[in-house]
């Protein structure tokens, strides 16, 4: 076994490297800041001014996160080591690890080293894989309980259609009323039984066996869908207004599962939007997307929960699953697409982003 042996001066050159790198990298995750006691800025390499536009004898900017440590840790002369914080950036959530260290001179405090671990695109990944691991858990989930479900639940249905048969040929004529309220008993046990199928179907969905993709035509797409939830915005009082592209465009996908996506966006507008208010349909066709958008005027998303809707089975309502957006934001994945959520009190958008097919490959996948 062979053991490296690092003299005094080989540390001290590995140092030296080390510090040369991070003060003068222009790529690194590490954003390096030297402030004096006064908060002025001494020093910053580039990935601090990324961070904070800084420049040298400015103050540090006390109302961030970093300038709070920062001034606790000049007050008592106290060490942070990785401690996480999370700053806005041009309008954008960065996940830092801050390290302040207090240099001393003479018995006092001659300025303050900073360090900013940039952490953010970890975290991301990391999000995404739990996120994926959530999502293959409920594909398992259904491919080994749903079709136990759903037989029984055809049967039902069908002993549904003998009884509602049997009784409508012991009713006579003379007995309109009860007929009326026959039919309507029938019926609500059909939506209720519907209903039910449709929810294990959509946790099937979410391992597909057999996933074809074929070029989409939007505009015709769009009216088909629209048509269909016409009748549940009647039934609830609730307004449609629907803004159809200007120009036609192809996307290439699934149309089952894009359509499914569609349907439970609308259920989530439909559940946040009161009778006579109404739900905004939008579609921008671009060069390169289709940009699909539903808004409703709810009472919006609060946003420390926003972050979370994405989640599969995560809901602030105590009726509702929390399936719709997870689903929704499923099909974009499997499709290359980008479900997007903005929401404020009064407001919430949902938009789906879509590639659109370049007319050439259209006429190469027709033929």
Known sequence: MYRVNYTRYGVQLIMKEAVEFLFGADDSDIGIAIVAPDLSIVFTNEKANSLYTLAKGDPFPADTKAGQMLQFCLRNEKRVAGFPIQEMVNG????????????????????????????????????????????????????GTANVILNPLAIIKGTLQLMEKSIKSEITAAAPFFQYKNAQYF????DQVTEINAILHRFLLFKPSDLKFTPIAWTPFLQDVVSRIQLKALEKNIGLVCEFPNRSARVFGNEFYLREACYALFL????????????????????????????DYGQGIPQEVLPNVKYPFFTTKPESLGFGLSFSDHVMQMMGGKLDIQSSPGETKVQLMLTVMDVQEFDIEMQ
Request: hydrophobic share 45%; glycine share 4%; charged share 20%.
């Open 92 to 143: 954008a959530s960065v996940q830092l690890l801050l390290y302040v260290y207090p240099l001393q001179k003479n018995e006092s405090v001659s300025s303050c080293l900073i360090l900013l671990c940039d952490h953010s695109l970890f975290g991301q990944q990391y999000e995404s894989k739990i996120r994926q691991e959530r999502v293959d858990l409920i594909g398992d989930m259904a491919a």
């Open 268 to 295: 989530n507008a439909f559940e946040a939007t009161e009778a006579n208010g109404k739900i905004v349909i939008r579609t921008e066709v671009r060069d390169d997307a289709v940009l699909f958008t539903v808004i």
């Open 187 to 190: 019926q609500t046990l059909y």
